[in-house]
């Protein structure tokens, strides 16, 4: 059995440094590992970023994360990556990485995402070179993340996404802007690959549970959405592909 701990949109600032960490105490007795879901800062700056590391360093249990939308905005997300890294955090952006825990494979694909819809209300690259540039930068993310999940060679796959791969979990935001909000072409890619759970973050007024059209389970672990430090998810190795139990144990803030 893993137990998984997830949390997106952090929007860390200096002015809450330390408060988060707070709330990761005894993290190490309840997860195998923590899940980020992008958006580790407010408005994406370098100082940020530094807070961001602070909080997540040295936590007892590895920790994965991708960027979001907002670790963009200040054109400082590599520098972010790097910070982040230096602390301990594996951040990922179109390729996987493999832990051991206790003798069970453990394999994160992810990154950050994009936009463009879903079947039906979808933006298509026709057109202007910028709708064109729109749609093929998640069609470009997309085939890196299925080949990235294919790749890994584990008993348990994750998809880690900023952007959402369903609808789903994006019940309760507006309808008119899911296309900013993921993709149905990151839900094909979890589909083809066949991963067992697919996390994501950046849709504040959604819902925590969804499926991809091919029934992979997707958790939307935005803390607005959460109310809580993490999401608590039990996957169990022994169950048949992409139906492990996923069991929500949400620790309290």
């Known amino acids: 059995m893993i137990h998984i701990a997830a949390a997106g949109d952090l929007h860390m600032g ?21 899940l980020v879901a ?10 940020e970023g530094r807070v961001a590391a602070a909080e997540l360093r040295d936590l007892g249990v590895p920790v994965i994360a991708v960027l979001g939308n907002h670790d963009y905005h200040s054109d400082a997300e590599e520098e972010i990556a790097g910070i982040l890294r230096d602390a301990g955090v594996t951040v990922l952006e179109g390729e996987g990485t493999v832990l051991d825990c206790d003798g069970t494979r453990l394999g994160v694909a992810g990154g950050k995402g994009f936009g463009g819809g879903f079947e039906g209300r ?4 026709f057109g202007e070179p910028e709708m064109k540039a729109f749609v093929r930068h ?12 294919l790749e890994l060679d584990a008993d348990i796959t994750i998809s880690l996404t900023h952007y959402s791969p369903a609808a789903d979990t994006l019940e309760g935001e507006p309808p008119e802007i899911y296309p900013f909000l993921g993709s149905y072409l990151l839900g094909e890619a979890i589909d083809e690959a066949g991963a067992d759970l697919a996390i994501h973050g950046h849709a504040h007024k959604g819902t ?13 672990v935005a803390l607005p959405v959460l109310q809580h430090a993490y999401a608590l998810y ?3 190795p022994a169950a048949p592909p992409t139906r492990h139990h996923t069991e929500n144990r949400v620790s309290a803030w």
Request: net charge negative; hydrophobic share 35%; glycine share 20%.
């Open 122 to 125: 979808c933006a298509g690259d």
């Open 38 to 47: 992008g958006d580790l800062t407010r408005h994406g700056t370098v100082e």
């Open 138 to 149: 998640t069609k470009d993310f997309a085939g890196r993340l299925g080949a990235s999940l």
């Open 234 to 236: 039990r996957l169990d």
């Open 14 to 34: 200096p002015e809450a440094a330390g408060e988060y960490r707070g709330h990761l105490a005894g993290l190490a007795g309840h997860a195998d590992v923590l």
């Open 208 to 220: 925590e549970r969804g499926l991809t059209s091919g029934g992979v389970r997707v958790r939307n």
